[in-house]
C-alpha cells in the first residue's frame, strides 16, 4: 500500500492483510511451541527412568556393602552427593512451578508443584506462548540489571553453582583420604562431568546486550522454552547423580581388587586350644579374591615393613584362594605371638606393605561358653546360649548358672540352651563334665553381664522414628508401632496408648488414644498436616519384660 489516499474499502482490505498475516505468524508459532511440548514430554520421560535406575543402582550399591566393606565409604559418599543434588533438583521444581503460577496469574498464595505440571493441559496450554511473565518473574523488567531474590535466575545461578563447587570439593576431598579416592582417569572424568551443572555466560552479543546465563535461558522466551530449559537443567542433575553413582560403585569394586584400602587380618579358629594340638590361622586380605597369587601377593612371617621393602622374605606362607595358610606346632602351654607382612601388588605395578600381627595361647583343657546372639544378656527376652569344653561330648555338658533371676531350660540340641532373667547384674555360668566318676566342673565359672532392654522406638509407616516422611505416605498410616531399632532378639514392644500433635491449616491438632490402632481423629492429623511443619508423636509402651516405657519422635512432613 502506497501512499494515497484510500477508500473505505481498501482501508478494511488493507486491515483484513494485516489480520491474516498476524494470524499465520500465530499459527506458525503455535507449530514451533508445540515442538517444545514434545522435547519436554521427552524429558519427562528421561528425567522418570533416570531416576528409576539411579534408585536401582542405589539399592544395589548398598547391598554390596555386606560382601565388600570397602565398598561403603564410596557409599555413603555418594549419599552425600545425592541429597545435595536432591535439593537443587527440588528447587527447580518450586521455580518451574513459581513462574507458572505467575503467568496463569494466580494469587501468590497459590502454591504451583512444578513436578506435577502438564503443558498440553488446561490451562497452562493456553499460555505456552507467554513472552513476558516468565522473563519478568525469573530476570525482572531490566536485562541490564537483573532481578535478585527467591525463585529468579539470578538465585537459580548462585544454587546451581554451589552446587557445583561443593560436588568438586567433595571429589578433592575424597582423593586426599584413606580408603575413599578414585582411579585418577574416574576422578577426571568425573569432574567433567560434574562441570555441566555449573552455569557459564555464553558472552554473545546481539542488538547491544552482552548475553549471560540467565538470559541465555530466560530472556524473552515463551513459558514452553523456559519450562524445557528448566527441565534440563533437572535432567542434567540426574545423569550427573547417575554418573557419580556408576564411578562411586565401581570404585570399590575396581579397588577392592587393586585395593588402596587394605588391613591385614588375622583369623584362627581358636586362640585358646589345648596343649599339643597345632595352632592354625588365615591371614589375608580383608576384601581378598581367590585368583590372588604368587607375583600379586606375598605372606611372610617373622619380618617388619621396612625390612620387606629392602628385599627381605622373612618365613613364607603358602598361599591358597587369595589366603595365607598359616600353621606351626604347639608344645607347653602359655602365651605365643607372632607378626609379619603381606606385600601387595597395586594396579599401577608398585607394591604396599601391610603389616600384621596375631597371638594365642595354649593351655589345657578349657570351658567354653557363649551367647550365640550378643556378648551380654538381656532382662525379659530368651537369651540362646552354647556350651561346651574341649575333648568333651556335648551329651556330656552339664551347666549350672546363678545370679540376676536366671532360669535356663535346655534346647533339643544338645550343649543349646535358653537362658531368661528377672534381674540385672552379673551371671555366673559354670560348665561341668558328666562322667563315670560324677559330675566335675571343667574350669572356672564364666561371668556375663545382664543388662536391661534397650528402650523402644515409635515405628510409623514401617520405619523407625523417621525424621522425615512424604504426606502421602503419612495419609496411609493407620496404626503406631514400637519396637527396639538394631536390637537382634525377639522383642515384642506393645503400645498401649498415644498422642499425636499436628498443625492442619494452621490450627494445632491434638489427638489422644489407647492401643496401637489411629482413632479417626489421629489419622484426620496425619491425611492433612501442613507440609513443612512436623507432627510430633509420644507413646507408652509395655516392653516384653512387662516395664512401661516412653517413647517421642518429631516427623518433618514433606509435600
Known sequence: ??????????????????????????????????????????????????????????EAFKKTIDGNKAAEPYYKQALMAQKDIDVAYKYLDEVKGNMVRAVLKYDESVKVLGDTINLRRYPQKDKIDNYDMPTTVLLGSNEHNLKKGPLTAD???????ALHDKLIAQLDKMQKTENEHLLQGDYENLKKKIAIVKPTDSGRKDEGITYTWPLDNF????????????????????????????????????????????????????SYI?????YKAEIFLAATNSKLGAGDME?????DSAAAAKGGKGSPVPIEAGMGKYQVGTGAPGDQK??????????????????????YKVAKSAVAVSADQMNVFYRGVTNPVSAGAAGVSPSDIVINASGAGVKFVPRSEAGKYDFTFSGLGECMITVSRKGPDGVKPCGPPVKFRVKPLPKPEPKVGGKYAPDEMKK????????????????????NYVVQSYEIVGKVKGNVKTANGNGANLAPDAIGIFKNVDPGTKIYIDIKVKGPDGLPYSATCGIKVLR
Open 1 to 58: 500500500m502506497a501512499g494515497g489516499k484510500e477508500t473505505p474499502r481498501q482501508k478494511m482490505i488493507g486491515l483484513m492483510y494485516l489480520v491474516l498475516t498476524a494470524m499465520l505468524a500465530l499459527n506458525v508459532s503455535k507449530q514451533i511451541l508445540q515442538g517444545y511440548l514434545s522435547v519436554n514430554e521427552s524429558l519427562e520421560t528421561s528425567k522418570k527412568n533416570m531416576i528409576e535406575n539411579n534408585v536401582r543402582v542405589s
Open 155 to 161: 538465585e537459580l545461578r548462585e544454587k546451581l553453582t
Open 219 to 270: 530472556y524473552h522466551l515463551p513459558m514452553a522454552a523456559v519450562f524445557v530449559n528448566l527441565n534440563k537443567m533437572q535432567s542434567d542433575l540426574k545423569n550427573v547423580e547417575a554418573e557419580i553413582l556408576q564411578v562411586f560403585s565401581s570404585a570399590s569394586g575396581k579397588l577392592a581388587i587393586k585395593f588402596d584400602n587394605i588391613y591385614a587380618k588375622v583369623i584362627a579358629p581358636s
Open 274 to 278: 589345648s596343649a599339643g594340638e597345632p
Open 299 to 303: 605372606v611372610m612371617v617373622g619380618i
Open 338 to 359: 607372632y607378626s609379619g607382612v603381606i606385600k601387595y601388588k597395586k594396579p599401577d605395578g608398585t607394591f604396599e606393605y601391610y603389616p600384621f600381627k596375631g597371638e
Open 472 to 491: 502421602g505416605d503419612l495419609s496411609t498410616v493407620g496404626a503406631i508401632g514400637a519396637g527396639a531399632n538394631g536390637f537382634d532378639f525377639q522383642a
